[in-house]
């Protein structure tokens, strides 16, 4: 994998998207958005907050949904190219936001509206959750990793592979511009999350390209 290669379109081929291990899934109830706050308060306020408390799931994934939801979609488009808040290479938004809140772990499907929970192994996601609390100690919300499904820009561009890691930085800035807007707290994390993809898909198809805390400001 080479990162400082020229990303140079291709003409189209078929794929086929990664199919997640889906126990169970429920709506996403959209959360009304704060209003009152300029786009500057929220621009200038946002930090890093690692000090976090737990806060309802339908919050969080309101907020989420808000981040990621597309404000534009062609159900004919053979890429599955949409329009977001963050921007992307080609408009393709392969990465999927999971979420491990609790005991559980869930896929916020941006596209269905729906939050969808994972089977996931037990051990792992403790093993995981232990590493998040070894980088940030005191952050007591929940945690994400962005896991991008190469299928879509492996077959859109020879040299994908740095457009997934520039859109993920594009997206943690979104999420935390919306985790202040909303009152949440976010931090990224510098741990990438590896293991994580590797526990869905051992095919090398899905790469953990970031993750973060996220929860209720103390
Ligand atoms: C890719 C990335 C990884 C980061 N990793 C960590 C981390 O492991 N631990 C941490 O406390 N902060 C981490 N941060 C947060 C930065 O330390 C923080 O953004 C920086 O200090 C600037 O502060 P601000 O976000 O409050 O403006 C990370 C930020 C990014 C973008």
Not at 27 to 35: L, T
Request: hydrophobic content about 45%.
């Amino acid at each position: 994998m080479l990162l400082t290669e020229e990303p140079v379109p291709l003409s189209l081929k078929a794929y086929s998207d990664f199919r997640w291990p889906v126990e169970f899934s429920s709506g996403i109830e959209r959360y009304k958005v704060p209003h009152g706050r300029s786009f500057v308060d929220v621009f200038e306020s946002r930090r890093s907050i690692r000090e976090l408390k737990r806060v309802p799931l339908d919050l969080l994934a309101g907020a989420l949904l808000f981040a990621l939801e597309p404000r534009w979609l062609n159900d004919a488009d053979a890429l599955k190219r949409t329009k977001r808040p963050s921007v992307s290479a080609g408009a393709l938004h392969p990465i999927s936001v999971i979420l491990f809140f609790e005991s559980d772990v869930y896929l916020v499907n941006a596209e269905r509206a729906e939050l969808e929970r994972l089977l996931f192994p037990e051990q792992k996601r403790r093993h995981w959750i232990e590493k998040c609390h070894q980088v940030l100690p005191k952050a007591n919300g929940a945690f994400l990793v962005l896991i991008a499904d190469i299928a879509r820009p492996e077959i859109a561009y020879e040299n994908f592979e740095s457009l997934l890691l520039r859109d993920a930085g594009a997206l943690l800035q979104t999420i935390g511009l919306v985790a202040e807007l909303f009152g949440l707290g976010f931090c990224p994390m510098g741990v990438l999350g590896t293991e994580v993809a590797n526990s869905f898909d051992s095919n090398n198809k899905l790469w953990a390209v970031g993750t973060g805390a996220i929860g209720g400001t103390v």
